[in-house]
């Protein structure tokens, strides 16, 4: 168990094997939920992509134009463990 200490600004520091616990890089963000019995629960926070952005993500990043047939193929050897 990790033992932090606050600051007289209400501020915690987390070390850097905790950070690394929860995945969470410099810049990001961390969520924090609030448990009715004072207990609360940290994790990283992820963020909520929605489909908008994930439309045309890849645009303009190849050349190549694959047919229906060919990413159904992709994706049936992706399931399959195979490149």
């Known amino acids: 168990m990790a033992t932090l200490t606050v600051t007289a600004r209400g501020q915690v520091t987390f070390r850097k094997e905790v950070l690394q616990h929860l995945g969470i890089q410099p810049g990001q963000k961390i969520e924090l939920d609030l448990l009715p ?3 609360g629960l940290i994790k990283a926070a992820r963020p909520s992509g929605t489909i908008d952005a994930f439309v045309g993500l890849l645009a ?3 050349a190549k134009v694959a047919t ?3 990413m159904n193929a992709a994706a049936v ?3 399959a ?3």
């Open 37 to 39: 019995d004072g207990r």
């Open 60 to 62: 303009g990043r190849s």
């Open 68 to 70: 229906l047939e060919e």
């Open 77 to 79: 050897r992706g399931w």
């Open 81 to 83: 463990g195979k490149k």
